[in-house]
Nanobody, 125 residues
Framework: QVRLVESGGGTVQAGGSLRLSCAAS?????????MGWFRQAPGKEREFVAV????????VSADSVKGRFTLSRENAGNTAYLQMNSLKPEDTAVYYC?????????????????WGQGIQVTVPP
């Protein structure tokens, strides 16, 4: 069983930056998991944000965040990161990290085996 804990959320003005962290514990070796990020705004379905492969060599991002959000991971520290720059009010949501037991980089939430509890990011208009 893998436990994922997000941190780094909060409220930031439009145009600002935040870095979310996702710390993993338990389960298999962290580097054997593809790490994804999703978000859910009030009244909306959970949506894909970005995903990073096992060793960080491949990332895929949603069109809405390309050029603004950057993923990275530190396998030695069992942590994945989502650097969010140029934040917009429409980025306001609860952000979740998730772990996929495989080498692919899925963009649908059903492919993920483990989920964090979520963390709020708020960008006021």
């Amino acid at each position: 069983q893998v436990r994922l804990v997000e941190s780094g959320g909060g409220t930031v003005q439009a145009g600002g930056s935040l870095r979310l962290s996702c710390a993993a514990s338990g389960g298999s070796v962290f580097s054997r998991y593809t790490m994804g990020w999703f978000r859910q705004a009030p009244g909306k379905e959970r949506e894909f944000v970005a995903v990073i492969s096992w060793l960080g060599g491949m990332t895929v991002s949603a069109d809405s965040v390309k050029g603004r959000f950057t993923l990275s991971r530190e396998n030695a520290g069992n942590t994945a990161y989502l650097q969010m720059n140029s934040l917009k009010p429409e980025d306001t949501a609860v952000y979740y990290c998730a772990a996929h037991s495989g080498s692919s980089t899925p963009q649908h939430s059903g492919a993920y085996d483990y989920w964090g509890q979520g963390i709020q990011v708020t960008v006021p208009p």
